[in-house]
């Protein structure tokens, strides 16, 4: 008995050592040494000014910006507390907030034509997804044109520019970026 105890303390010793030190340790060092902007957050700046991370959404709230998708993630987009709703089709409170989320976009963009896509409608798995699909920037353009004095046809052309397409050409569907477009507006390039 008391060498298989032994056996069994020198496993774990050796598996906390291999995996809880030099395997993370490992890949820190590797991570940081082949992509060093995606290791450290993929953070944005301007003007040497941090203002936001390619991948983790920000709430937008003004008319002359593109709005992301709602969050589930805490109080808003808070990247510690990320996760969806859990609740299911049939939840009284889902349909309430669905609900109540539609009116809200609606009343935001009397302009755009049709129903607001869902993913304006649905938060993310994660409540912080940083991108929206090109339906949403599109049927968001006549509310961010008339804020900012421009023509839809202008704000459309910068959607095109704007769109990303699927990651390797087949995983994922296409995307804007939230952050970088409403940077893009502003003439802002981040550094």
Same mark, same amino acid.
């Given at each position: 008995?008391?060498?298989?105890?032994?056996?069994?303390?020198?496993?774990?010793?050796?598996?906390?050592?291999?995996?809880?030190?030099?395997?993370? /340790?490992?890949?820190?060092?590797?991570?940081?040494?082949?992509?060093?902007?995606?290791?450290?957050?993929?953070?944005? *700046?301007?003007?040497?000014? /941090?203002?936001?991370?390619?991948?983790?959404?920000?709430?937008?709230?003004?008319?002359?910006?593109?709005?992301?998708?709602?969050?589930?993630?805490?109080?808003?987009?808070?990247? @510690?507390?990320?996760?969806?709703? %859990?609740?299911?089709?049939?939840?009284?409170?889902?349909?309430?907030?669905t609900?109540? @989320?539609?009116?809200?976009?609606?009343?935001e %963009?009397?302009? *755009?034509?049709?129903?607001? &896509?869902?993913?304006?409608?649905? !938060?993310?798995? !994660?409540?912080?997804?940083?991108?929206?699909?090109?339906? !949403?920037?599109?049927?968001?353009?006549?509310?961010?044109?008339?804020?900012?004095?421009?023509?839809?046809?202008? +704000? %459309?052309?910068?959607?095109?520019?704007?769109?990303?397409g699927? @990651?390797?050409?087949? /995983?994922?569907? &296409?995307? +804007? %970026?939230?952050?970088?477009?409403? /940077?893009?507006?502003?003439?802002?390039?981040?550094?």
């Amino acid at each position: 008995m008391i060498r298989h105890l032994g056996t069994s303390v020198r496993v774990t010793a050796f598996s906390i050592v291999l995996l809880g030190l030099i395997y993370p /340790l490992a890949m820190t060092g590797l991570a940081q040494a082949l992509f060093p902007r995606q290791a450290n957050g993929s953070l944005i *700046a301007v003007d040497g000014k /941090l203002v936001g991370s390619s991948i983790i959404g920000q709430l937008w709230t003004k008319p002359r910006y593109f709005h992301g998708r709602p969050s589930a993630a805490g109080k808003g987009y808070d990247p @510690t507390a990320t996760g969806g709703t %859990n609740l299911g089709p049939t939840s009284k409170k889902l349909i309430d907030a669905t609900r109540k @989320t539609i009116a809200a976009l609606r009343a935001e %963009n009397p302009d *755009a034509m049709g129903p607001p &896509p869902m993913d304006l409608v649905t !938060s993310s798995g !994660s409540g912080i997804d940083p991108d929206i699909s090109p339906e !949403s920037a599109y049927w968001q353009a006549p509310r961010v044109a008339k804020a900012r004095g421009s023509t839809v046809a202008s +704000v %459309n052309a910068l959607i095109a520019k704007q769109v990303r397409g699927r @990651t390797f050409g087949f /995983l994922g569907e &296409p995307r +804007v %970026n939230v952050l970088e477009i409403n /940077l893009a507006l502003d003439g802002v390039k981040p550094q």
